[in-house]
């Protein structure tokens, strides 16, 4: 059984940075092919996917965050990790991990289909940016 729990965020000031952490508790490297990525929702807004890691380290951003935050794998630790930089306060939102090793459609599709079934999820970690 796999499992994704997310750690990080917090209360930033605009123009700051934090990092999230998802921990893994069981490689996916056993899947041929798989992604990983983080969503994030705003109050009253759907959920959006914001970054993606296939399983060779491809990484795809939605252009909301592309150039500030940045994706990582470290395989050995089975962790994901989102840095983020240059925060605002449209950044505000819950953030959360996903797992796909069952369909994984190529990255910006993946990204746009928060309600796959196929998506495995952490709990979610909130990220608030005051200005």
């Known amino acids: 059984q796999v499992h994704l729990t997310e750690s990080g965020g917090g209360s930033v000031q605009a123009g700051g940075s934090t990092r999230l952490s998802c921990a893994v508790t069981?490689?996916?490297?056993?899947?041929?092919?798989?992604?990983m990525g983080w969503f994030r929702q705003a109050p009253g807004k759907e959920r959006e996917g914001i970054a993606s890691i296939d399983h060779v380290g491809n990484t795809t951003y939605a252009d909301s965050v592309k150039g500030r935050f940045t994706l990582s794998k470290d395989n050995a630790k089975n962790t994901l990790v989102l840095q983020m930089n240059s925060l605002e306060p449209e950044d505000t939102a819950m953030y959360y991990c996903?797992?796909?090793?069952?369909?994984?459609?190529?990255?910006?599709?993946?990204?746009?289909?928060?309600?796959?079934?196929?998506?495995?999820w952490g709990q979610g970690t909130q990220v608030t940016v005051s200005s």
């Open positions: 069981t490689s996916l490297n056993s899947y041929r092919h798989h992604c």
């Open positions: 996903a797992a796909d090793w069952v369909e994984c459609p190529p990255a910006k599709r993946w990204l746009s289909l928060p309600n796959s079934p196929y998506i495995r």
